[in-house]
DNA sequence: TTGTAGGCGTTATCAC
DNA sequence: GTGATAACGCCTACAA
């Protein structure tokens, strides 16, 4: 029962239940020591209900400092991974009350999101997918920060194991005999993506089996890159008999590569991905991978930024590591060495 | 050199700028008939820049009645083509100086989501994938909306020519010799997805091939749904020889249905998707599909909200429809009659 | 228990 | 030109 275009204010219903409007503030927040009687209570409620009364969000940020938003900032939706975050960080904040102000942004772009997100008074916000490290100082300071997916001192994270997921990539293809191994990731310097790099060459370099440079490619983590990628490697004189992938799109990109130069999976070539998206059961033939829990990251951020917020900043940062799980599916075989005709 | 913590405030800036607060504000907002004396002009600004004060737009929006922000309101982003709309969209929100709030919500969520938004004094929404129909008049009441790829009478829109795209699949299966047609399809009433169906009805029935009930598959809009309808499809007693699907995700679906269970594509059954998500070209072969331009439907939304919200809701509802394009790949050939051994 | 006063940081309307 | 003064809608004291 609202009337039309203005919102109803904490004054007219004051007006309307013949108390002061500071009381009917007090009604409505729901405090606990906040004495009222019963009486006035009610009709104050009453009221309040009647004519639909809902507090105006930016007066309330203004006088208690806070905004009840927080900011997502991700380097780009085309990657599923990232979209899960989203999904997840927004179902748990909605839930709490807070808004999701989305960022895309890359490089310099970052720091003028930030600005921007400052000046709306943000509570707090959560990064995906880009290095803080990379980041001016002052850009992150003083704001509630939970990084997805990288570690960090300063900071608290939410992330997967993904030194571990490289490691879990070595072992599965060393287990299935490959001894030529590939590694295809992205040039820039993204946290999760260097760290699965590192736990595969370090597996590796463990079983003795090192990397020759040439089969180190570097190209975008999208799936033309992977694609580019793969290209490359297969043009090698000779040809690696597995290769991991920083993540799936590239994996996906490196499928293709495949299926168009008529390499068999896994007959030919092993390859291995890294986030377990939707789309990696779609391709035929499937392919394996190491599954991350992305939405449970993107909850847990706004869990723990929340936390954060509430304690008023004075708590120590924390960490938090998920478990990465081998998929393996149709992309990964036993080696097979020199076909017999 | 902000001081820690706490943000500098206008009244701060006057304060060492030996000015009153009001004037700092008359400096800094660009208003042309605000004429201050150039001395104290420069004077404020170069304080204001010192400090790195920067306006709370809280406390803006509050006095001017506008947050600078927009609602964006989708059913899920596991959609790519919902998660391009949200690109476009913020990419032009964020140029405009405006906030994009993600919501992602699903049945009576929807209506929750919007009072969330209206108490943050959101300037304008922008709703893509559910219907509008399908929620309470009051629920949209007084704020303003752009719809994506849903057809209203009452509020502007910004959409793809769905109808078309079903028509132009129609033809496309009909020219290539199909004559037993398929269609899987959502359950739920999602404007687009309707609008789809109708188009390629429509022109099947001009064409004088009808479609037969047990050929209309509903399921999810999802590569699940896709998958189900598809199998549903390839159990008939009588295949069809050729299914086009409300979008691309369940076309993808379908295509692994195929996969499984060893029809061929095209040789066996045509394929037609719809959307032309970038997932599109993954999988072998390639599917062929109707492309609707994602990314620019989020940007035309906002630039339309946007104008709208400059002309103070004194504008007529405005329509915008962008045209969409067969793509034809590989899931798509010539009808082969029963096949000679 | 409840009303009054004051302020959050900004903009808008006036006198000066 | 410039500076008070009054909102915007709410919350936190403190006084009644």
Redesign the interface.
Known sequence: MRI??S?VTATEVARKAGVSQPTVSLVLSRNPKARVAPATRARVLKIAQELGY??????Q??VRRR?Y?LG?IVP???N?VY??V??GA??VA?QA?Y??????AKGSEVVQ?L???????IDGVIIAGIAASTLPAAAL??LNVVLVNQPSEKFSTVGSDSLKAGTIAAEHLLALGHRRLAFLGPADAIPAFRLRERGFFQALRGAGVPLSSELIQRAAAT?AGGLAGMRALLALSERPTAVFCANDLMA??A??AC?VAGVGLPRDLSLLGCDDI??A????PELSTIAVPARELGARAVRLLLKQIDAHGALPPASQLLAVKLVARGTTGQHAPAQPR
Do not use: W, Y
């Not at 809902?54 to 007066?59: D, E, I, T, Y």
């Not at 808004?99 to 895309?104: I, K, Q, S």
């Not at 600005?115 to 008074?121: G, T």
């Open positions: 039309s275009n919102r809902r507090p105006n969000r930016l007066a940020g203004l905004s938003a997502v780009g939706f085309d599923p979209a899960a989203i999904s927004e179902k909605a009350g808004a999701v102000l989305l960022c895309e999101h600005e921007a997100l400052r000046d709306r008074q300071d003083g799936v996906l990109g499928h293709k299926s939707e789309m059961q779609l391709v035929t």
